[in-house]
């Protein structure tokens, strides 16, 4: 069965940095679109960024731009977010998501879009 598995979650300090991996399994990886979200406390799950199948297309929540990189191993079958100059607000569970979908600006956003969902990463920002 679809398997993802996200790592490096933790806690951090404002203004630090942290690594995020997703290790898929059990689906043809270079035909997903691969996709994080976040949800924080009391909050909806929201879009934070995305990839198209082979890499060279990224999408960015506007809050994050600038800050967070998406990037993905078709060889690894993994998905990595790397997250600089953290803020208090980027405390949240981080979601790896797959889609089968060929992701275009608007859908790769949507939740509704992916069709495997990992279990979530923490991440914790302190100030």
């Known amino acids: 069965q679809v398997q993802l598995v996200e790592s490096g979650g933790g806690l951090v300090q404002v203004g630090g940095s942290l690594r995020l991996s997703c290790a898929a399994s059990?689906?043809?990886?270079?035909?997903?679109?691969m996709g994080w979200f976040r949800q924080a406390p009391g909050k909806e799950r929201e879009f934070v960024a995305a990839?198209?199948?082979?890499?060279?297309?990224?999408y960015y929540a506007n809050s994050v731009k600038g800050r967070f990189t998406i990037s993905r191993d078709n060889v690894k079958n993994t998905v990595s977010l790397q997250i600089d100059s953290l803020k208090p607000e980027d405390t949240a569970v981080y979601y790896c998501?797959?889609?089968?979908?060929?992701?275009?600006?608007?859908?790769?956003?949507?939740?509704?879009?992916?069709?495997?969902w990992g279990q979530g990463t923490r991440v914790t920002v302190s100030s």
């Open positions: 990839v198209s199948w082979g890499g060279d297309v990224t």
């Open positions: 059990g689906l043809t990886f270079r035909r997903y679109t």
């Open positions: 998501a797959a889609s089968g979908y060929v992701g275009t600006d608007s859908s790769v956003r949507r939740s509704q879009t992916y069709d495997y």
